[in-house]
Structure formats: structure tokens, C-alpha cells
């Protein structure tokens, strides 16, 4: 995607070929800050305090992640803590597992001389394989906003509501509940998206919405409470979220608040659509309310608000009484019974174990 006229994806290789790029997303939207990752602990930390973040992001910082690891010890010790430092950052986001369970197949047979190499060429390859997983979800998506513009005898824009950030941010490139709306926009079909704000990191206002501002696309940005009235009012289409964890039956987990969002589109009949590429999916559950772990984070992240003063300056302020308790989960479950369907590379689906497997055919004994 681009940011001014260069094209950029979310992570990269250094010129050097070895260090890793990345975007600082907590420095955005005001400012636009990249940094270089060296080592694994410089890898955690980029997961852990949300330098990047999204499911397929952090799945493709984990790979690389444990490549710096190798770089510097490819030992059988240095293997296995690297899993572990990168396993432990996050608990939320089952794309992180997916890629250490993925690269330790790999790597655990090989000989040490080989195994910083083929580390390497792994990461590349997830990341490869997530911006043309990303594209095909897009198209998928693609064309329930075409039919959305064609039943209003194209007439309007297509409305659209968003929950957190789903967008190339999230991943290498394009995003996943982005992704439609980019290639509806390419196209040309008009859309506009309702930006949910998304407390308390804000990153639908500060990354979804500079996301569609860099791309063209209009857009609103509204408080989080503001879905439903505009759902009462009919100027709402389609939701489109994205998601951490998708259970083999349909639940998703996702962004704090998502849950409220599909009771609202349940209850005035406005679809509600979940983009999600396979490695989200954790087959191993059925029960996203029992068995997905919510991650809680640091209250200072309710009790501040970051952002730019009227002379330009990024700073932090207090917005909750000093002495108040503070609770910060960072997900909820969203009942499969609420989500109109599930987009995916290989197409969209009902959110449910028949409908993921007739997509996912392989998952049959699993």
C-alpha cells in the first residue's frame, strides 16, 4: 500500500538482508516513524508493546523473530527459548502460535548451520503468502459491497462499519476486513466506512482512518458508542471486522467491543461479515467464550489518551481519576449465531464448523 507515493508493506528486510524493518504503528497517525529490529529481544518487544500488531502481523514479526534469534545462537537451547520469549508476548492472537509451531517443524530437524537460513526464507515466505492470502480475501469481499451497490441501484455510496484496525497494518499488506474495501474503491464503486474509533488505543481513529485517508477512500470517524444509532437509521450497509482467533465452529475473537457491534447489527438487520485468512483459525476449539484466552493489558491504557497539541507536539494525559481501579481486556467473543458470514481466501462461508469445512475440506479428521 502506499504512504505518499511509495509503496510500503508492514515489515520488510533491511538493505543489509538480515535486519528487520517495521513500522511504529504507536507513533501513528501523527507520525510516521519506521524501526529496525536486530534481535530477538528487539522482536518481542515490537509484539509485545504493539509497535506491530494484528494477528497476521504478529504471526510474520514472530517468523522473523526467531530468524534474528538463530542469526546470533542456532543451537537446540537458543531454538527453543526464541519460542518461548515470542510465545509469551501475546495470548491472544492464535497466528503467533501458528507461525512458531510452523518454523519449528521446520527448524528442529535441520542442522544448526542451516537453520538462520531457512529461518529466513520461512519469514519471507509467510509474508508472501499473507499479501496474496490478503488479496484473494479481498476479493471475496469485493463482491457482497458490489451487491450492496447494485441493491441501491447504485445510487449512493456503499456504507460500511469497521471495528479496530483490519487493515494492511495488521498484516503485510492489503488487511483483511480493509481489503474489500480497497478493491471496491480501485473499481470504483463509491464507499464510505464508518471508523470506530476503538478505545482506548484508538486504532480505528489513528490507524484505520490515516490508512484510508493515504488510499483515497472517505470515511468518518465516530466514538464507539455511535454504531448502533446509525444502524437504528439505516446508514449502515454492511459491518466488515476483522479477527485474532476464529474458533473451528465459527466464534470470533476480536477487538474489545466487536461483540456489542454484531448485537447491534442483530438487532436492525444489518450484515455482519468477519474477514479472516486460514492460519486464524484455531481448530483445536469449539467454544470461543470458554476457551479463547482474553488477553488484559496495562491499565494506563484507559487511563490515558495520547495525541498532538494545538503546537504539534505528541504527548499523554490522564483522563480517569487518579485512585479509580482500571480494567483493560483487549478482546471479547462474538457467538458465531451473530455473524452473517465469514470471509475467507477460499471464499465466505456460514460461521460454522460445516461451513468452514466445506471450505477447508483438509480439516476433516482434525
Known amino acids: ?82 519460542a518461548q520469549v515470542l510465545l509469551d508476548t501475546r495470548p491472544t492472537a492464535v497466528n503467533l502460535n501458528w507461525a512458531i509451531d510452523d518454523l519449528l517443524a521446520r527448524l528442529r530437524p535441520a542442522a544448526e548451520a542451516a537453520r538462520a537460513g531457512l529461518a529466513y526464507a520461512r519469514a519471507r515466505e509467510i509474508c508472501d503468502e499473507d499479501v496474496a492470502t490478503n488479496h484473494a480475501i479481498g476479493g471475496h ?27 494492511w ?52 470517524v465516530i466514538v464507539d458508542n455511535a454504531g448502533g444509532h446509525l444502524m437504528q437509521r439505516g446508514r449502515v450497509d454492511l459491518c466488515i471486522t476483522g479477527t485474532d482467533r476464529t474458533t473451528a465452529a465459527g466464534d470470533v475473537c476480536n477487538k474489545i467491543g466487536t461483540y456489542l457491534k454484531a448485537l447491534a447489527a442483530h438487532d436492525n438487520g444489518v450484515p455482519f461479515y468477519v474477514a479472516l485468512p486460514g492460519p486464524t483459525i484455531d481448530w483445536t476449539i469449539e467454544d470461543g467464550l470458554a476457551e479463547i484466552p482474553i488477553e488484559e493489558r496495562a491499565g494506563a491504557e484507559v487511563a490515558e489518551v495520547t495525541g498532538m497539541t494545538a503546537e ?33 481466501e477460499r471464499g465466505v462461508c456460514p460461521a460454522s464448523r460445516e461451513g468452514l469445512l466445506a471450505l477447508y475440506p483438509e480439516r476433516h479428521n482434525q
Open 1 to 82: 500500500m502506499k504512504v505518499g507515493a511509495r509503496g510500503y508493506r508492514s515489515i520488510w528486510l533491511a538493505e543489509d538482508g538480515w535486519a528487520v524493518e517495521i513500522i511504529d504503528q504507536t507513533r501513528l497517525p501523527h507520525d510516521f516513524v519506521t524501526r529496525r529490529l536486530e534481535t530477538l529481544d528487539e522482536a518481542a518487544t515490537a509484539i509485545r508493546d504493539m509497535w506491530v500488531r494484528g494477528a497476521p502481523l504478529i504471526g510474520a514479526t514472530a517468523a522473523y523473530g526467531l530468524a534474528l534469534a538463530l542469526r546470533a545462537d542456532a543451537s537446540e537451547a537458543s531454538l527453543e527459548r526464541a
Open 141 to 167: 469481499g469485493l463482491g457482497l459491497i458490489r451487491a450492496a451497490w447494485e441493491a441501491a441501484e447504485r445510487a449512493r455510496p456503499v456504507n460500511l462499519l469497521t471495528h479496530c484496525n483490519a487493515g
Open 169 to 220: 497494518l495488521a498484516t503485510v499488506d492489503w488487511g483483511t476486513a480493509l481489503a474489500p474495501i480497497y478493491l471496491a474503491h480501485d473499481e470504483g464503486i463509491p464507499v464510505h466506512v464508518w471508523v470506530d474509533e476503538t478505545r482506548p488505543r484508538n486504532q480505528g481513529a489513528g490507524l484505520t482512518a490515516w490508512e484510508l485517508g493515504e488510499h483515497g477512500v472517505a470515511h468518518t
Open 312 to 344: 504539534g507536539h505528541i504527548t499523554s494525559v490522564r483522563i480517569t481519576p487518579e485512585n479509580s481501579p482500571l480494567g483493560n481486556f483487549a478482546f471479547d467473543v462474538t457467538p458465531a449465531r451473530l455473524i452473517t458470514g465469514l470471509i475467507t
